[in-house]
């Protein structure tokens, strides 16, 4: 079991700069691949983000590479979206993703395979 929380969303203007963070407690954090995700309203959640057990590899959506980095700190059971240029369309409730049993070098961008999830954090963007 692992408990996964967000923070850092908030209400930005459009080309704005925020940073999520999801701290993680529980099982070992090592153990895990992690994602983020996202809900606009209206919309079903997508893929935005996701970094390896070993976090030397990561993949993301195309509609925010170049602008979202995803990164873990291991120490801190912490994993984070520094997310830049942002725009309205990046308006969403950003929820945090852990996959157990995950190979180690491997990244996972599906939703169904992730075990745990955290309740969300708003992120607005204002044009």
């Known amino acids: 079991q692992v408990q996964l929380v967000e923070s850092g969303g908030g209400l930005v203007q459009a080309g704005g700069s925020l940073r999520l963070l999801c701290a993680a407690s529980g099982r070992t954090f090592s153990s895990f691949a992690m994602g983020w995700f996202r809900q606009a309203p209206g919309k079903e959640r997508e893929f935005v983000a996701t970094i390896t057990r070993s976090g030397g590899t990561t993949y993301y959506a195309d509609s925010v590479k170049g602008r979202f980095t995803i990164s873990r700190d291991t120490a801190k059971n912490t994993v984070y979206l520094q997310m830049n240029s942002l725009k309205p369309e990046d308006t969403a409730v950003y929820y945090c993703?852990?996959?157990?049993?995950?190979?180690?070098?491997?990244?996972?961008?599906?939703?169904?395979?992730?075990?745990?999830w955290g309740p969300g954090t708003q992120v607005t963007v204002s044009s």
């Open positions: 993703a852990a996959k157990a049993d995950a190979i180690y070098t491997f990244y996972y961008t599906r939703e169904e395979l992730y075990n745990y």
